[in-house]
């Protein structure tokens, strides 16, 4: 029996909670990557069609556009010891010149001024210079640390999201990453990349498919949880973006030929449609975006979304709802769910079309 809503649901935060039995949330990917199960929506009907990701082809034409968001992750996790001894877990989000965005667990320890270590590494400290607005966020600076990414990628795990519930594994360092993973600098994978394999990749080409790439590095933008009842009260964090020339030019003669573009992820999605302009198309730019997308807002810059099963209530699946349809969305989760698909970041993939 289908649920039942009216017009207002789709602002209420309620409305995008969904039953999800623990077992379905995937703790370790698919082997290998494009193994993964691929539900296809057709945003139109809602009809669904479950197949296997390697099946994508199937639904991209010569002329389409695939694009990709080839942001690397970095090891962004760090633990850190206060002068008691008291451990303190940090997640680098983003750099501002000499300085990082972090969240920071237990907050309450980590005012300004305070000062952690790290073990194993000699003199190296973290010092809090501002507290910031979000929950658990501080700016961070690393002092007696000469090179600090160097240190970076000795001292910090892939930092894998908490809902995986496991420490992060020598294998993660590559499989949670994708395969086109180039400029450093997420503190999450964009997940929806990870089923791609090189094969998949040269078939796409091999078939008349562009291939364009942009880079938004995933901060806390992407997985910073709703918390207004009314999802239109909700305001993004601030994320890096780039799209080069070549990238916007490829898009606007994807266009002009009659193509579709198929977009890799939510970055992906909200990195286009901050450089579409409904005058000249597609435009070469880099900068900060916090697009949020929810049901009622128009798409312009995209016709196809590949992307994996959010958690409930994200601004994500709100995104997905604004392009499927928000009955579609939920009838679409409810059947993943009963027909057991593997959810969230090392989970299965959906198509909508």
């Given at each position: 029996?289908?649920?039942?809503?009216?017009?207002?649901?789709?602002?209420?935060?309620?409305?995008?909670?969904?039953?999800?039995?623990?077992?379905?949330?995937?703790?370790?990917?698919?082997?290998?990557?494009?193994?993964?199960?691929?539900?296809?929506?057709?945003?139109?009907?809602?009809?669904?069609?479950?197949?296997?990701?390697?099946?994508?082809?199937?639904?991209?034409?010569?002329?389409?556009?695939?694009?990709?968001?080839?942001?690397?992750?970095?090891?962004?996790?760090l633990f850190a010891y206060k002068d008691?001894?008291?451990?303190?877990?940090?997640?680098?989000?983003?750099?501002?010149?000499?300085?990082?965005?972090?969240?920071?667990?237990?907050?309450?320890?980590?005012?300004?001024?305070?000062?952690?270590?790290?073990?194993?590494?000699?003199?190296?400290?973290?010092?809090?210079?501002?507290?910031?607005?979000?929950?658990?966020?501080?700016?961070l600076k690393f002092m007696n640390c000469?090179?600090?990414?160097?240190?970076?990628?000795?001292?910090?795990?892939?930092?894998?999201?908490?809902?995986?519930?496991?420490?992060?594994?020598?294998?993660?360092?590559?499989?949670?990453?994708?395969?086109?993973?180039?400029?450093?600098?997420?503190?999450?994978?964009?997940?929806?990349?990870?089923?791609?394999?090189?094969?998949?990749?040269?078939?796409?080409?091999?078939?008349?498919?562009?291939?364009?790439?942009?880079?938004?590095?995933?901060?806390?933008?992407?997985?910073?949880?709703?918390?207004?009842?009314?999802?239109?009260?909700?305001?993004?964090?601030?994320?890096?973006?780039?799209?080069?020339?070549?990238?916007?030019?490829?898009?606007?003669?994807?266009?002009?030929?009659?193509?579709?573009?198929?977009?890799?992820?939510?970055?992906?999605?909200?990195?286009?449609?901050?450089?579409?302009?409904?005058?000249?198309?597609?435009?070469?730019?880099?900068?900060?975006?916090?697009?949020?997308?929810?049901?009622?807002?128009?798409?312009?810059?995209?016709?196809?979304?590949?992307?994996?099963?959010?958690?409930?209530?994200?601004?994500?699946?709100?995104?997905?709802?604004?392009?499927?349809?928000?009955?579609?969305?939920?009838?679409?989760?409810?059947?993943?769910?009963?027909?057991?698909?593997?959810?969230?970041?090392?989970?299965?993939?959906?198509?909508?079309?």
């Amino acid at each position: 029996m289908s649920a039942q809503y009216n017009d207002n649901d789709i602002y209420n935060l309620s409305s995008y909670n969904y039953d999800l039995p623990g077992e379905l949330i995937a703790k370790y990917p698919a082997e290998p990557r494009d193994s993964s199960r691929l539900l296809v929506l057709h945003s139109k009907s809602g009809r669904r069609e479950d197949r296997i990701f390697r099946q994508l082809i199937d639904y991209i034409e010569t002329g389409d556009t695939l694009v990709i968001n080839d942001t690397r992750v970095i090891p962004a996790r760090l633990f850190a010891y206060k002068d008691t001894g008291a451990r303190v877990e940090i997640l680098l989000l983003a750099k501002q010149e000499d300085k990082w965005e972090a969240l920071v667990r237990p907050a309450r320890k980590m005012k300004v001024g305070s000062r952690v270590s790290f073990a194993g590494h000699g003199e190296v400290q973290a010092e809090v210079i501002e507290e910031m607005e979000m929950n658990g966020g501080r700016l961070l600076k690393f002092m007696n640390c000469p090179n600090v990414e160097q240190f970076i990628n000795e001292a910090g795990q892939m930092p894998l999201p908490p809902y995986i519930d496991r420490l992060a594994e020598e294998s993660d360092k590559e499989r949670y990453q994708t395969i086109y993973a180039r400029e450093p600098g997420s503190a999450a994978a964009p997940t929806a990349g990870l089923h791609f394999t090189d094969s998949l990749l040269q078939q796409i080409e091999a078939k008349g498919i562009n291939i364009a790439r942009i880079i938004l590095h995933v901060g806390l933008g992407t997985f910073r949880p709703v918390s207004s009842l009314d999802i239109r009260e909700h305001h993004m964090h601030y994320e890096h973006y780039q799209v080069d020339e070549n990238t916007a030019q490829l898009l606007n003669a994807t266009r002009k030929g009659g193509g579709r573009i198929i977009a890799v992820g939510t970055t992906v999605v909200r990195t286009l449609e901050t450089v579409y302009n409904d005058n000249c198309g597609f435009f070469s730019h880099s900068g900060e975006t916090n697009k949020y997308i929810y049901p009622g807002y128009r798409y312009k810059a995209i016709d196809k979304l590949i992307t994996n099963f959010h958690l409930p209530g994200s601004s994500l699946l709100m995104l997905v709802a604004a392009l499927a349809g928000f009955e579609n969305t939920m009838a679409a989760y409810r059947h993943a769910v009963q027909n057991g698909y593997r959810f969230f970041s090392y989970g299965d993939a959906m198509l909508i079309i």
